[in-house]
């Protein structure tokens, strides 16, 4: 399946038509303790962006708010043209629904259905949130699923399967709503080491395709190998940003070497 936006030669990327995802000066708080302290972040038509840094950073906070999971305080929010969401004044039901509507959320721990079927979890929403016939919901479900070595697996129960095929199912619960921009938060993290390479192969494929992705990850070999832009956070800022070659190789910035270093550490 191909992005909802067809994956090609991107315009230069000074031009906003080329973006598909623009965030401004992204604050939030929760209490006294401020978690997002201006974030700015740009991600062009097909491209990967990386969010690294130590817990904490604010880097799940920054994919929730892009999801409105997470209502900021502060900031903008532009997906392509259509949707630009002002949170300095007060933000309704509809904006909020308007980021859900453009993006899908990978989470960390699969947050599958445990009463559903696996044909039954990746349909649920084109059906109940998009108003897609069921029967061609469920066709497109399977090919999505045999595109992830599943296909037999769509009558099984999550409990039924490994972390790493729940997390497969649950990339293509988000490819099903065909969305323009995918978000994944540490998609790994919750996965034994030995089923790590079969989710991140999946999403390799997807970078490949051209599909527009924001990605909060502690792989960094694999960011490395998958995005285009690393964007290094540590206390609700943003630290340091570049080409993975530059941020994960030989970082300008003492905390980013830091950083790089104690995860590249054998234990």
């Known amino acids: 399946m ?16 080329s973006r598909v995802l623009t965030v401004t000066g992204l604050r939030k708080s929760f209490g006294d303790q401020v978690v997002l302290r201006g974030i ?3 991600v062009g038509h097909g491209k990967v962006v990386a969010l690294v840094g130590p817990s904490g950073s604010g880097k799940t906070t920054v994919l929730r708010s892009l999801n409105g999971l997470e209502v ?6 532009e997906v392509g043209r259509d949707v630009d ?3 300095s004044r007060p933000v309704g039901r509809r904006e909020i629904g308007a980021l859900r509507d453009c993006s899908a959320m990978v989470f960390q721990h699969y947050n599958l259905f445990p009463h559903l079927t696996v044909i039954e ?14 029967a061609e919901a469920e066709e497109e479900a399977r090919g999505l699923l045999a595109r992830v070595g599943l296909a037999e697996r769509a009558d099984a129960y999550p409990f039924q399967l490994s972390g790493g095929q729940q997390q497969r199912v649950g990339i293509v619960r988000a490819l099903a709503m065909r969305p323009r921009l995918l978000l994944f938060d540490e998609p790994t993290s919750a996965l ?76």
């Open 2 to 17: 191909s992005p909802a936006e067809s994956p090609g030669e991107s315009p230069a990327p000074e031009l906003r038509g």
């Open 40 to 42: 700015d972040l740009a």
């Open 72 to 77: 900021p305080d502060a900031g903008r929010i």
């Open 85 to 87: 969401v002002d949170f």
């Open 121 to 134: 979890n990746v349909v649920e929403g084109p059906v109940r949130v998009r108003g897609r016939v069921r």
């Open 192 to 267: 034994d080491p030995e089923l790590v390479g079969e989710v991140l192969a999946v999403i390799k494929e997807l970078s490949e395709e051209g599909w527009t992705m924001v990605i909060v990850t502690h792989e960094l070999a694999f960011a490395r190998e998958v995005a285009d832009e690393v964007v290094f956070m540590d206390q609700g800022v943003v630290v340091e940003r570049g080409a993975p070659e530059v941020v994960l190789v030989r970082p300008s910035h003492e905390r980013t070497r830091q950083f790089v270093r104690r995860l590249q550490q054998p234990w």
